[in-house]
T-cell receptor, first 115, second 113 residues
């Protein structure tokens, strides 16, 4: 069964600190892995997309890693800011016979940054 | 350049009614996907449209149907509404292809009384 599991479910950190969010998946055949940030009441916004051959990708203070062998990914946030408070969702795309991939979403990690 | 726009932003219906939600994709995008997001959960895939046809479908009953128009905009229709249909409905657009990023709208918040 294609699944995406994220941990922790929620996380509270102090402003300026770093944190790491985890994602494990069983989606097959794998196409790519994406991290999204979703602010309350808004749609998800893409942070990174990584294919099988990529094992790290950065977007500002966000750095995602991918281990396709163990089917694990992490999202590291450095020097956290109050605006980082949001849900972070791991999404894995499965290849299909057509050119249209299918996306599998995790439940997200709710990050709260305190001043 | 407008991103993905959805309407309405909020909607209140009663059980048994029917609802239509609308989505205009980001300029240049030809593929539209719809998702249901319950409170505190990740989005669940409903279906995907390309070239005015439903190409893929998730585990949703036939009460959920859709349409894509020649200008790539799309509608999601839900019949015989149930209390459990209360959720945020997200539309995402992209170009064809596995590694194309999806751009999401801010969703329609549907509440069933």
């Amino acid at each position: 069964k294609n699944q995406v599991e994220q941990s922790p479910q929620s996380l509270i950190i102090l402003e300026g600190k770093n944190c790491t969010l985890q994602c494990n998946y069983t989606v097959s055949p794998f196409s790519n892995l994406r991290w999204y940030k979703q602010d309350t009441g808004r749609g998800p916004v893409s942070l990174t997309i990584m294919t099988f051959s990529e094992n790290t990708k950065s977007n500002g203070r966000y750095t995602a890693t991918l281990d396709a062998d163990t089917k694990q990914s992490s999202l590291h946030i450095t020097a956290s800011q109050l605006s980082d408070s949001a849900s972070y969702i791991c999404v894995v795309s499965a290849e299909r016979g057509s050119t249209l991939g299918r996306l599998y979403f995790g439940r997200g990690t709710q990050l709260t940054v305190w001043p | 350049d407008a991103g993905v726009t959805q309407s309405p932003t909020h909607l209140i219906k009663t059980r048994g009614q029917q609802v239509t939600l609308r989505c205009s994709p980001k300029s240049g995008h030809d593929t539209v996907s719809w998702y249901q997001q319950a409170l505190g959960q990740g989005p669940q895939f409903i279906f995907q449209y390309y070239e005015e046809e439903e190409r893929q479908r998730g585990n949703f009953p036939d009460r959920f149907s859709g349409h894509q128009f020649p200008n790539y905009s799309s509608e999601l229709n839900v019949n015989a509404l149930l209390l459990g249909d209360s959720a945020l409905y997200l539309c995402a657009s992209s170009l064809r292809g596995f590694n194309q990023p999806q751009h999401f709208g801010d969703g329609t918040r549907l509440s069933i009384l």
